[in-house]
């Protein structure tokens, strides 16, 4: 099994709304990432999770709260967004931190906010 | 500051085939490098990757070829096929700088279409 599985597809959230992205791996991975990716432009890294625990936070604002309940799940809790944060979200994984470890990519959530 | 740039946007070749997608870098502490190929509403798929003690790595119809000289990495499709119509992207990281070794930085990737 080599995927990764996002939830939801597709995501519509207004400005004062909360709402949570979930990310699922079971290939034994211990390393897992959110990216931020815009239309027409390469995916941004948002956050690191090595071996559950956070290793990298990319300066990404408040409003976006990684979580990693265990190794296999990762969640990104979001609030209060704004407009321009609109964009595919994308969760990826690897074997092991460090960047010699192909990235696996899930399929990511649209996420609107209006 | 690109550090990984794909200056073409877009490349268009008949089924049958060579593409040649094109790469540069500027960060010399990158070390390894990959491809990813990414299909509308998907997300990027792990194509091939070069680590850069290595100048060539081959996977079926697929090689990368590596100048570290030149700061230059190209990915060939032979032969190239429709269905290998998508968004490529050359992504490279520096696996011995500490803290963030495992950040991958990307391009802003090539368009390949394959027309039948």
């Known amino acids: 099994d080599t995927e990764v599985t996002q939830t939801p597809k597709h995501l519509v959230m207004g400005m004062t709304n909360k709402k949570s992205l979930k990310c699922e791996q079971h290939?034994?991975?211990?390393?897992m990432y959110w990216y931020k990716q815009k239309a027409k432009k390469p995916p941004e890294l948002m956050f690191v999770?090595?071996?559950?625990?956070?290793?990298i936070n990319e300066s990404v604002p408040s409003r976006f709260s990684p979580e990693c309940p265990n190794s296999s799940l990762l969640n990104l809790h979001l609030h209060a967004l704004q407009p321009e944060d609109s964009a595919l979200y994308l969760c990826?994984?690897?074997?092991?931190?460090?960047?010699?470890?192909?990235?696996?990519f899930g399929p990511g959530t649209r996420l609107t906010v209006t | 500051d690109q550090q990984v740039k794909q200056n073409s946007p877009s490349l268009s070749v008949q089924e049958g085939r060579i593409s040649i997608l094109n790469c540069d870098y500027t960060?010399?502490?990158?070390?390894?490098f990959l491809w990813y190929k990414k299909y509308p509403a998907e997300g990027p798929t792990f194509l091939i990757s070069?680590?850069?003690?290595?100048d060539k790595n081959e996977d079926g119809r697929f090689t990368v070829f590596l100048n570290k000289s030149a700061k230059h990495l190209s990915l060939h499709i032979v032969p190239s096929q429709p269905g290998d119509s998508a968004v490529y992207f050359c992504?490279?990281?520096?696996?011995?700088?500490?803290?963030?070794?495992?950040?991958?930085?990307f391009g802003k990737g090539t368009l390949l279409t394959v027309n039948p």
């Open positions: 990826a994984s690897s074997q092991g931190a460090g960047g010699y470890y192909e990235q696996y």
């Open positions: 290939m034994g991975h211990r390393a």
């Open positions: 999770y090595s071996y559950e625990k956070l290793s």
């Open positions: 960060n010399s502490m990158f070390d390894y």
């Open positions: 070069i680590s850069s003690i290595k």
């Open positions: 992504a490279a990281s520096a696996t011995y700088s500490g803290g963030s070794n495992y950040k991958l930085t």
